[in-house]
């Protein structure tokens, strides 16, 4: 029995490079339900083709509907910027339900002014938290799901923190982790096989940062470079340089030693995970690859202080680690022995979290 009305419109609201592995799953899911128009709205907040168009093209999302074209801009102004250009789409197509994805500026933004034209909200990948109010995701989480109608959680943690809040656990659904869908995807069909997207040879490390709290501090980032010359005397490391740390390493005029630390543009999201298939280790700032290593079985330290992702430690290959050279470098040695075979599994990491997210949107289901 259908609990709710069958949604004619969905929007789906895309702004950043770790929304476009979220929503790949989850459009395929909506364009096989004759009942439903899905509505890509892209809102621009990231624009290089690096971070932006090898997604869409590589995940084989339809071209986005809309596109917002905010590009970039404080969070003040950027999240300004997608509110008003997006409210008149929102008026124009009066949908039933705005999905919103993850945790970054467009998202909340989108939130902002759905909830504000009463239309309902369905934010994918809900209920995290690291409880750590410097980081501007942390914000945009909370104020997302306070917003939200619908909420799509990856984790039964996430479920605890939305109910610890005071969410009515008919809203909270728990589908599973959507990123882990297109890796799966892809996995399944072949597409991660053949090279590792890089010309050195294994053994090797992957390193991404791009958090504000490791590079825009010129002493932390010294200090993590430091680490990451110690990792390199033992293993290769290989880094994808996102624009914000680019243009951090540039005002430091750091050149690394060509030969052990090899610094490439940001890769497309199939390079990337063949480049982590083939690592020993991946060091990272990034919410995404402590999920996808965890997955992979590929051991993964994450700078930083907390996670919001605790099962990717508890269940999975992540580790903590302090941004400095001697804590980098024991756990590095540590780590790369840990590659697990089998690799872990977690509850609902199972490539079906688009498929319930369908199933709430159109027949009612609920997930518990
Ligand atoms: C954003 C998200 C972060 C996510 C990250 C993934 C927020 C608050 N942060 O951070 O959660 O992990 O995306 O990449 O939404 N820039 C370019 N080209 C682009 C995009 C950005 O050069 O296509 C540069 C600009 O100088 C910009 C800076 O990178 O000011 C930061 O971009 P922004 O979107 O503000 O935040 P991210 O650091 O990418």
Redesign the pocket.
Known sequence: MSLSPRPRTIVSVV????NFMKLAPLARQLAGRGDVRHVIVHTG????R???DVFVEGLDIPRPDYNLLV???S?AQ?TASIMQRFEPVCLELRPDVVLVY??????VAAALVAAKLGIRVGHVEAGLRSRDWSM??EI?RVVTDRLSDLLFTPSRDAGDNLRAEGVAPERIHFVGNIMIDSLATLLAGGGLNGGNGHNGRPPYVVVTL???SNVDDPQTLRELLDALGEVSRERQIVFPV???T??RLHALAWHPDDERVQLVEPLSYRDMLKLVIGSDLVITD???LQEETSYLGIPCLTVRPNTERPITCAQGTNRLVAPRADALRDAARAAWSRRRNPAPSIERWDGKAAERIAAVLCDGSHFD
Do not use: K, L
């Open positions: 702004g950043a490079r770790p907040q990231h624009y290089d690096g971070m932006s590009g970039s801009a969070h950027q993850g945790d970054v500026n467009s998202t501007p995701e945009n791009h958090r504000p996102h624009p914000r680019r243009d990034s919410g995404g």
